[in-house]
């Protein structure tokens, strides 16, 4: 009976250690790092917002528009790599962004204000320019303006997204 006890302890750890291979960054598949967008790209509009993860729509930086949260804020899971590679972030107020590589379409959320939709940011002019940027190696790096869905109602005449961020899970 100990060796049937010792080949289950064996295929439970080779199990474990395939899970933990599936997934990226630390811990259940957490980012090793969250941070403003590398880009350098200025999504708002606002040039103080360089340098901040951005997340949010409208026009004005309140709790139920713009937020620029702190990277501690952030909860990033990767799972997959390279080609493979999924990213879904969570952010404070009720934000939730899922990626998943090489597409150029966000499904955007907001639980607090019951919002869902995908946002395409394929630059219809320049292909070439890429708002969804997955060209580093397990990494995804977002900066985009993009338009709402037309069934999110704007508390302001502007019905625009914004999203800055860098996730890094390597």
Known sequence: ????????????????????????????????????????????????????????????????????PKPEDVDARCVGRGDNLAVDIRAPHGWIITARNPSQRLTV???????????????RYLEALKAVDWSEADQLDIAVTADAPK????????GRIYIAIHVDCR
């Open 1 to 68: 009976m100990p060796h049937n006890r010792y080949r289950a302890t064996t295929l439970a750890v080779i199990a474990a250690a395939a899970l933990a291979a599936a997934a990226c960054g630390g811990d259940n598949g957490r980012a090793a790092a969250v941070s403003a967008s590398t880009s350098g790209t200025v999504v708002t509009g606002n040039q103080t917002d360089l340098g901040s993860i951005i997340i949010g729509w409208g026009d004005k930086h309140a709790d139920t528009a713009i937020t620029t």
């Open 109 to 123: 959320q907001n639980t607090e204000q019951k919002l869902k939709g995908d946002i395409d940011t394929t630059n």
């Open 151 to 158: 069934d999110w109602k704007s508390p302001t005449s502007v």
